[in-house]
Nanobody
Framework: QVQLVESGGGLVQAGGSLRLSCAAS????????MGWFRQAPGKEREFVAR????????YYADSVKGRFTISRDNAKNTVYLQMNSLKPEDTAVYYC???????????WGQGTQVTVSS
């Protein structure tokens, strides 16, 4: 069982930055790849970024590539999402999740709201 708690969301002007954190409980955090997703009002949840268990490889949605950076600290059981050059279209609830070897995402946090004003 893994519990995930996101934090760091808020209101920011376009062009600004935020860093989201996802703190995990459980002994096996370091064995999981981790992902960030987001869901805007009236839209489907969409993939944002993911990172392998070691942090050695990262993957991004085209819409955030070059602006967002995913990282992790396994000693702190935490994964981060650094978001720079934010745009109003980045406004959404952001969720972190654990990714199984087969590619499915299993455990989810409650989400943190990010609002970018123009």
């Amino acid at each position: 069982q893994v519990q995930l708690v996101e934090s760091g969301g808020g209101l920011v002007q376009a062009g600004g930055s935020l860093r989201l954190s996802c703190a995990a409980s459980g002994r096996f955090f370091s064995s999981y790849a981790m992902g960030w997703f987001r869901q805007a009002p009236g839209k489907e949840r969409e993939f944002v970024a993911r990172i392998t268990w070691s942090g050695g490889s990262t993957y991004y949605a085209d819409s955030v590539k070059g602006r967002f950076t995913i990282s992790r600290d396994n000693a702190k059981n935490t994964v981060y999402l650094q978001m720079n050059s934010l745009k109003p279209e980045d406004t959404a609830v952001y969720y972190c999740s654990t990714r199984e070897v087969g590619g499915q995402y299993t455990y989810w946090g409650q989400g943190t709201q990010v609002t970018v004003s123009s």
